[in-house]
Protein backbone atom coordinates (compact mmCIF):
# COMPACT_ATOMS: atom_id res chain seq x y z
CA UNK A 1 0.00 0.00 0.00
CA UNK A 2 0.91 3.34 -0.93
CA UNK A 3 -0.80 6.77 0.88
CA UNK A 4 -0.51 9.83 -1.30
CA UNK A 5 -0.72 13.16 -0.20
CA UNK A 6 -1.18 16.19 -1.91
CA UNK A 7 -1.03 19.46 -0.60
CA UNK A 8 -0.76 23.13 -2.43
CA UNK A 9 -3.51 23.97 -3.79
CA UNK A 10 -5.77 27.04 -3.91
CA UNK A 11 -6.54 30.10 -5.24
CA UNK A 12 -5.07 31.74 -7.91
CA UNK A 13 -5.75 34.82 -10.50
CA UNK A 14 -5.29 33.89 -13.90
CA UNK A 15 -1.53 34.37 -15.10
CA UNK A 16 -0.15 32.99 -11.92
CA UNK A 17 1.55 29.93 -10.63
CA UNK A 18 1.16 27.10 -8.32
CA UNK A 19 3.14 24.09 -6.78
CA UNK A 20 1.27 21.07 -5.96
CA UNK A 21 2.97 18.27 -4.37
CA UNK A 22 2.72 15.10 -3.50
CA UNK A 23 3.83 12.86 -0.42
CA UNK A 24 4.25 9.63 -0.18
CA UNK A 25 3.68 7.18 2.69
CA UNK A 26 6.89 4.90 1.04
CA UNK A 27 9.53 4.62 -1.94
CA UNK A 28 8.10 5.13 -5.11
CA UNK A 29 11.38 4.56 -7.07
CA UNK A 30 9.50 1.60 -8.71
CA UNK A 31 6.43 3.54 -9.52
CA UNK A 32 5.23 5.95 -12.47
CA UNK A 33 3.79 8.91 -10.66
CA UNK A 34 1.53 11.10 -11.72
CA UNK A 35 -1.15 14.39 -11.89
CA UNK A 36 -4.51 14.30 -12.94
CA UNK A 37 -7.40 16.23 -12.55
CA UNK A 38 -10.95 16.48 -12.56
CA UNK A 39 -13.35 19.70 -13.20
CA UNK A 40 -16.80 19.74 -12.35
CA UNK A 41 -19.12 17.51 -14.73
CA UNK A 42 -15.85 16.25 -16.65
CA UNK A 43 -14.23 13.09 -16.80
CA UNK A 44 -10.77 12.76 -14.70
CA UNK A 45 -7.90 13.37 -17.54
CA UNK A 46 -3.96 13.21 -17.53
CA UNK A 47 -2.64 16.58 -16.67
CA UNK A 48 1.47 14.82 -16.44
CA UNK A 49 3.34 11.86 -15.76
CA UNK A 50 6.69 10.95 -15.25
CA UNK A 51 8.13 7.42 -15.67
CA UNK A 52 11.27 5.46 -13.18
CA UNK A 53 13.74 6.77 -15.89
CA UNK A 54 12.05 10.56 -15.70
CA UNK A 55 10.44 10.13 -19.23
CA UNK A 56 7.96 12.78 -19.09
CA UNK A 57 4.67 13.38 -20.66
CA UNK A 58 1.93 15.98 -20.68
CA UNK A 59 -1.61 16.34 -21.46
CA UNK A 60 -2.22 18.54 -24.45
CA UNK A 61 -3.93 21.69 -23.01
CA UNK A 62 -0.87 22.04 -19.69
CA UNK A 63 2.27 21.52 -22.59
CA UNK A 64 4.49 24.36 -21.89
CA UNK A 65 2.97 25.59 -18.93
CA UNK A 66 3.36 22.82 -16.41
CA UNK A 67 6.27 20.24 -15.33
CA UNK A 68 6.34 17.42 -13.58
CA UNK A 69 8.96 16.22 -11.21
CA UNK A 70 10.01 13.26 -9.07
CA UNK A 71 12.69 13.06 -5.53
CA UNK A 72 12.67 9.77 -5.19
CA UNK A 73 14.92 10.23 -1.89
CA UNK A 74 12.31 12.16 -0.47
CA UNK A 75 9.22 9.86 -1.92
CA UNK A 76 7.73 13.18 -3.16
CA UNK A 77 6.44 14.79 -6.33
CA UNK A 78 5.48 18.20 -7.56
CA UNK A 79 3.69 19.79 -10.26
CA UNK A 80 4.91 23.40 -11.21
CA UNK A 81 1.81 25.17 -12.68
CA UNK A 82 2.63 28.49 -14.39
CA UNK A 83 0.21 30.42 -16.36
CA UNK A 84 -2.64 29.15 -15.21
CA UNK A 85 -5.98 29.51 -16.78
CA UNK A 86 -9.60 29.48 -15.31
CA UNK A 87 -9.78 25.94 -17.44
CA UNK A 88 -7.45 24.60 -15.00
CA UNK A 89 -9.66 25.08 -12.33
CA UNK A 90 -10.54 21.28 -11.09
CA UNK A 91 -9.41 19.03 -8.18
CA UNK A 92 -6.20 17.91 -8.73
CA UNK A 93 -5.11 13.85 -7.77
CA UNK A 94 -1.81 12.40 -7.82
CA UNK A 95 -1.59 9.14 -8.88
CA UNK A 96 1.42 6.25 -8.59
CA UNK A 97 1.07 3.08 -10.50
CA UNK A 98 3.27 0.07 -11.47
CA UNK A 99 0.22 -1.68 -13.57
CA UNK A 100 2.41 -3.63 -15.85
CA UNK A 101 4.92 -4.85 -12.49
CA UNK A 102 2.22 -6.18 -10.38
CA UNK A 103 -1.05 -4.18 -11.24
CA UNK A 104 -1.10 -1.76 -8.27
CA UNK A 105 -2.58 1.81 -8.44
CA UNK A 106 -2.86 4.26 -5.72
CA UNK A 107 -4.58 7.49 -5.74
CA UNK A 108 -4.74 10.25 -3.30
CA UNK A 109 -7.72 12.11 -2.01
CA UNK A 110 -7.06 15.42 -4.37
CA UNK A 111 -6.53 19.22 -3.74
CA UNK A 112 -8.48 21.89 -5.01
CA UNK A 113 -7.30 24.45 -7.35
CA UNK A 114 -9.23 27.24 -8.56
CA UNK A 115 -8.19 30.01 -11.02
CA UNK A 116 -10.18 33.24 -10.80
CA UNK A 117 -10.12 36.75 -10.97
Known amino acids: QVQLVESGGGLVQPGGSLRLSCTAS???????MGWYRQAPEKQRELVAR???????TYGDAVKGRFTISRDDDENMVYLQMNNLETDDTAIYYC????????????WGQGTQVTVSS
Open 95 to 106: NAERRLLDGSEY
Open 26 to 32: RTIVTFI
Open 50 to 56: ITVGGTT
